[in-house]
């Protein structure tokens, strides 16, 4: 309870459209919390509600057990950081950091600011107007202007999305440290996986307005609770199969594409009979014969269609006998040789590692990204 | 500068401000005095302007007018100054062409040739018009005088015969129409000109097209909204103008503008001046939609 | 040499729009051979050194000034209001008002100063100084409305976003971050009232009665032989507003330095 964000039950629509629908969501305090999804399905709205930019049109959001679901923004102990940054481009950078203060009545506030500004590194700025500084140092500095005010919650929208590569992932670094230093609640939005898992302790999966699966970073990742999240955080082989509720001791028996299959029941999610059968790429190995193939392990055989290397891994493609082409990652760790387009394969997975999601009627294999986003 | 702004807002429609919750009475109270004074002093008078047209034409400023719905005065005064209706409007377009042609250069010129110099360029189209447009009109009845150099020179060229003049003929005067709604053209095209894109023009050379063909492919149709709001800005004044006939022309070049004048303020016949009035409007806004529902940018009004 | 015609052009345009102010700033210093003669005869700082020569051009200079602050202050204020309610609020009647501010736009000036007679005629109102002013906010609200709204249209609503969430009220949000950055389109709207109000004359000429602005005695004087010092005016004019706009360059360049 303590200083806990929480939201419950929490739409909004705009006209027709619902943008946020019916979304129950706890943030614990200090925790560093990132919404992940893909744009334009709710995550800048929901922040929006928590800072109270924008009113729910169904219920509530509470902050240490009180409810702030209608308060005006000034009213509540929220700070911002905008996806562009919005700063005052006629006011100082002293001025935009010392803004929130000001309003609060802080007669003096030329400490603080210093210290603030020293905290992201912009000492010698305070003079400048925004639009003299880099896109970084702006991010800053918008960093600086709501930390300054020791919100309970810090929400960020795609704080880094507009910058570099290289300086995002300095800046990923340097929010860390700098969410350590003060302990105050993040909350981070972003689209991208990356940096949502390198960031966050807890992540939240979001699509089409709702949470599709909330926990760690590895926790998500090892064990997706839907297809969407599967192919969202990385990529996933998804073969459809059926046989979720066949169960034989601690295992469950699936048939997928005209071959047995088993998986630890711990890793099923299916509450029905269809299912997905669930592998991640780097999680299969490729061998030359079913010889090959370590104890334990379950395999299929197809044909290499496409190699590409890219450094740490070669990507192939392997083209299964019912023409679905699954994923494989395999790292280039020095052993075992490349293997050529038209190559013969056996593709082997230990069971652990798999995993059991509800299928839809219909639903077909799905072994791609479902999107591209990493930049 | 406003007029800038004009041009700016005819480029894309307009983003729909947020509906904003609660206080729906604030923006009527944000509006209600200027709109009111608009509806006061712009939008009633044109009621009283139908109505005055309509009263009976025997009637007089001091025996006072009876309304007899009197709507022969409209046959009547276009029938006594048709010649006037349309030498305004054959005097307006030819100025609005030649603006057109002068204008779009300097615009262009302005937009993507004067680097450093853009902001001093555009304070420079305007700089002329910070002096009364009466006194600027009578500086041009200096330079076309009969005796004066320019006249001089041109005889000399033979462009002009040996008694041939400038001043008092309708060159002169849809010389100065051109000269006083000139930056009325130049500065819409100017504000839709700078928002084109220079690599689309290197695109476009890229794909084969030439200079003369980029400019009626590419630059032309893009710079359309400034067209557009160029010539009805040059166009509308140009039409009601009466200064330029009075001071550079003689009554053989009188427009419609010097003959509603004079019948509200010399004449006082009231009706028909006010159905002269009235037909000069609805002939521009009939122009003007017409105009606007052709070049395809409805989004203007 | 295609590069340049295009500048050249252009250049050329420019100087045939400023030929009438060069002669305008010549005259300032003639010395006319008659009343009726507009040529250059004999050069003179007379009329620089006695401005208000003639009296009563004076008096209507004077009274163009009052008239023209009067009605760019109304203007100002009542354009700025709605330039807030439409770029900021939806209601019903947009569209209506969209539509109320172009059409003084759109409507040729006799047509707007003939109408307003008929108006004040019909209602019995003498005309003269309040007639000239209610007629001059008229046409300049338009003007204002449009350039506030436009500068509006561009600021950057998580500007005002971000200051509420810095805690600032509503009111504090509008006077510390909405005016300042709107104030350079007020500013710019006002300037544009002024120089419309202080140089019409086609509704003025409808409306003024017996009152002389500077434009009408300009356009009596025409009638009988301008006095050499219209033109001092005319240059000063011109000198005043470039002198104007050089400093708003000058104190836009120190703020972004
Ligand atoms: N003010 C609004 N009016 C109408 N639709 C909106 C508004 N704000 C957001 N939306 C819609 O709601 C959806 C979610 O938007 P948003 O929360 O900004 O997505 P994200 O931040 O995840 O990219 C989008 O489809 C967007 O078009
Ligand atoms: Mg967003």
Known sequence: ?375 | MSVAAIGAGTGSKQNEPPQKTGRAWLPYLLLLPAGLWLLLFFALPLVQLGATSLYDPTGSLSTGYAMTWSFGNYPEALDAYKWHFLRSLGYAAVATAICLLLGYPLAYAIAHRAGRWKNVLLVGVIAPFFTSFLIRTLAWKTILSDNGPLVEALRTLHLLGADGRLLATPTAVIMGLVYNFLPFMVLPLYASLERLDQRLLEAAGDLYAGPVSTFWKVTLPLSMPGVVAGTLLTFIPATGDYINAELLGTPREYMIGNVIDSAFLVRLDYPQAAALSFLLMAVVLLVVFVYVRRSGTEEIL | MRRHWVLVTGLLVLLYLFLPIFVVAALSFNEPSSRLSYDFHRFTLDNWANPCGPGDMCDAVGRSIEIALLATLIATVLGTLMAFALARHRFRGRDATNLLIFMPMATPEVVMGSSLLALFVAGGVSLGFWTVVVAHVMFCVSFVVVTVKARLAGLDPRLEEAAMDLYAGEWQTFYRITLPLVAPGIVAAALLSFSLSFDDFIITNFNSGTTVTFPMYVWGAAQRGIPPQVNVIGTAMFLIAVLIVVAGEIINRRRAA
């Open chain 1, 1 to 375: 309870m303590s200083g806990d964000l929480r939201l419950t039950n929490v739409t909004k629509s705009f006209g027709p459209f619902t943008a946020v629908d019916d979304l129950t969501l706890t943030v614990p305090q200090g925790a560093f919390f990132a919404l992940l999804g893909a744009s334009g399905c709710g995550k800048t709205t929901t922040l929006r509600m928590v800072a109270g930019l924008e009113e729910p049109s169904a219920g509530q959001v509470t902050l240490g057990g009180t409810d702030i679901t209608r308060l005006r923004p000034y009213q509540r102990p929220v700070n911002t950081v905008f996806q562009s940054y919005a700063l005052f481009p006629h006011l100082s950078i002293t001025e935009n950091v010392a803004f929130g203060l000001r309003r609060k009545g802080v007669k003096n506030v030329a400490p603080q600011v210093e210290q603030m500004l020293s905290l992201v590194q912009l000492d010698d700025f305070g003079g400048r107007r925004p639009h003299q500084l880099s896109g970084g140092q702006q991010q800053r500095v918008a960093l600086a202007r709501a930390l300054i005010n020791h919100p309970q919650v810090l929400l960020l929208d795609e704080p880094l999305g507009a910058l570099d590569l290289k300086l995002r992932r300095q800046m990923q670094i340097e929010l860390k440290r700098i969410q350590t230093e003060v302990g105050i609640t993040f909350v981070h939005v972003t689209h991208d996986q990356e940096e949502a898992m390198t960031m966050a302790d807890t992540v939240a999966v979001m699509n089409d307005g709702r949470i599709e699966q909330l926990g760690a970073p590895a926790e998500i990742y090892e064990f997706p609770a839907t297809p969407f999240v599967a192919n969202f955080l990385g990529q996933s082989n998804l073969l459809a199969g059926t046989g979720g509720l066949a169960r034989s001791g601690d295992d469950l028996s699936i048939t997928a594409h005209g071959s047995r299959f088993t998986v630890p029941a711990a890793r099923s999610r299916a509450t029905g009979d269809k299912i997905y059968l669930g592998v991640r790429p780097e999680k299969l190995h490729l061998v030359t014969s079913e010889a090959d193939v370590p104890s334990g392990f379950q395999h299929l055989t197809g044909t290499v269609t496409d190699s590409s290397y890219v450094g740490v891994s070669t990507q192939y493609l392997v083209r299964t006998a019912w023409d679905t082409e699954l994923s494989v990652f395999a790292p280039n760790s020095g052993l075992g040789g490349s293997l050529p387009p038209g190559a013969e394969v056996t593709v082997a997975w230990n069971p652990a590692h798999a995993f059991l999601l509800d299928r839809l009627d219909g639903a077909g294999d799905a072994t791609h990204a479902l999107v591209e986003e990493r930049a």
